[in-house]
């Protein structure tokens, strides 16, 4: 009885994976019913062994499809990056706008093929639009990038446009400097040699040269203010000069306007305590005086000009009130320079006044005697005195000396009018009286030797 219960269950052992297995592959190559979903398998879990057949091959199918999707959006993501760079130019801008339009086909051929070649298209508009307004060495790199290829134009945005931008930069710099009117001869002379060479001449002179003639430039500056200014310029610049060159640069910085403000006032009235300061340049100190010492600076500046108005209106005073001498050489002044007014009122006002001094005090000549016509009624010895001197009158027939008789009954004082041997009336006290006095004198003693004439010749008959 034993023995045959013991081989029957030896019997099953033996059969059962014989009929389990077939039973499971039977199952799962049967279709599965539509609407009927297959149970549930946990996302980390996968057979020992993935068998061969239509569900392998269906699940590639599915991977490839979401490996497509995901480097779809991968080009979108990388094209819109693209787009809000600032920096991008407008043809790669507008060649991407039309690729986010498209599908996956579209983007990867704008990734892979437009915009390598959009992009150089965009650097060489950008080149030539540095090339238009940049420096002189940003031009020159640009315009020789342009005359080469894709890598010359790389090259240039890598490294030749900031170098050249550096060089543009330290030209603009020099002559920045230059174009300071307070620059100094030495550091004038060195950055006008820098201008003339290339990028490290410029710059050798902005790192080591500027500094150095700079500073000799301020010495030569204050000594000449030493030389030529006020008394607080001078005692500053001589205290400056004894310390280093960066004590000479600070005076001349801070030190040297005030100093410079106090005696400019200074100078304002000594020009005003000038007894030959004219209208103008009086009115103009009194207004400068009440402003800033730039108005004092400039009120200074125009003295010059001020004093020659104030001179030509002295010298067309001249004209109109000084005598014969004085007012020829003052027309002669006026009609040339403010420099030839100015020697005149120095110099020349002076000599033509003595000159006209001299002839107002030089006792007047007798003019030279000088024949006459004689009305017929008259003898042959009367004469012409000139223009200044009236004619005398001598009596017809009269040959000898008239004595002062004739003088006496003509009603007559002898010291007024003498005949004299040659005929002429002798005048002996109107040289002092000027043209009028003498004429009317000179006439009464012609009308006295006339009565006398008449009453000679009465007593004869």
Do not use: C, Y
Request: aromatic share 2%.
């Amino acid at each position: 009885m034993k023995l045959p219960r013991v081989s029957t269950v030896v019997a099953a052992a033996v059969l059962a994976p014989a009929v389990l297995f077939p039973s499971s592959a039977s199952a799962a190559d049967a279709p599965q019913p539509t609407g009927v979903s297959g149970p549930d398998t946990a996302a980390d879990s996968a057979p020992d062994a993935a068998p061969s057949g239509t569900g392998s091959t269906g699940s590639t199918g599915g991977t490839g499809g979401t490996e497509a999707d995901g480097q779809e959006q991968r080009d979108r993501a990388e094209i819109q990056k693209i787009l809000a760079d600032p920096n991008t130019g407008r043809g790669v801008r507008e060649a991407g706008e039309k690729a986010l339009k498209g599908g996956a086909a579209e983007l990867r051929h704008f990734l892979t093929v437009e915009l390598p070649r959009n992009r150089m298209d965009d650097l060489r508009v950008k080149l030539a639009q540095i090339m238009d307004r940049g420096g002189p060495a940003v031009r020159a790199a640009a315009n020789k990038a342009l005359d080469g290829g894709d890598a010359a134009v790389l090259k240039f945005f890598a490294e030749d446009l900031p170098a050249a931008q550096a060089e543009d930069a330290d030209r603009a710099e020099i002559q920045k400097i230059l174009a300071d009117p307070n620059t100094g001869r030495g550091v004038r002379e060195a950055g006008q040699k820098a201008l003339k060479g290339g990028a490290a001449e410029l710059r050798h002179f902005l790192t080591v040269e500027l500094a150095k003639n700079r500073a000799d430039d301020n010495r030569v500056r204050v000594s000449q203010i030493l030389a030529t200014g006020g008394r607080e310029a001078r005692e500053g610049a001589e205290k400056a000069m004894d310390g280093s060159d960066a004590d000479v640069a600070k005076w001349l910085a801070e030190g040297w306007p005030a100093a410079k403000a106090s005696d400019d006032r200074v100078a304002v009235f000594v020009a005003l305590s000038d007894k030959n300061t004219g209208p103008h340049v009086l009115e103009a100190a009194k207004t400068a005086l009440t402003g800033t010492p730039a108005d004092v600076a400039r009120f200074l500046e125009e003295l010059p000009k001020l004093r020659a108005s104030d001179n030509r209106i002295k010298v067309s005073q001249l004209m109109e009130t000084g005598g014969p001498a004085v007012r020829e050489a003052a027309a002669k002044a006026f009609g040339g320079s403010d420099a030839d007014i100015a020697k005149f009122l120095a110099e020349g006002w002076a000599t033509a006044r003595a000159t006209d001094e001299a002839a107002a005090n030089k006792p007047a000549d007798k003019p030279a005697d000088k024949p006459a016509d004689k009305p017929a009624d008259q003898g042959a010895g009367q004469q012409d005195q000139g223009a200044q001197q009236p004619q005398t009158v001598q009596p017809a027939g009269l040959t000898g000396t008239t004595t002062g008789n004739a003088a006496g009954s003509a009603g007559t004082t002898t010291g007024a009018t003498a005949v004299s041997g040659t005929g002429t009336l002798a005048a002996t006290g109107t040289e002092g009286l000027g043209w009028e006095a003498g004429g009317a004198a000179a006439a009464l003693a012609a009308g006295a030797a006339m009565v006398a004439l008449s009453r000679r010749r009465s007593a004869e008959s």
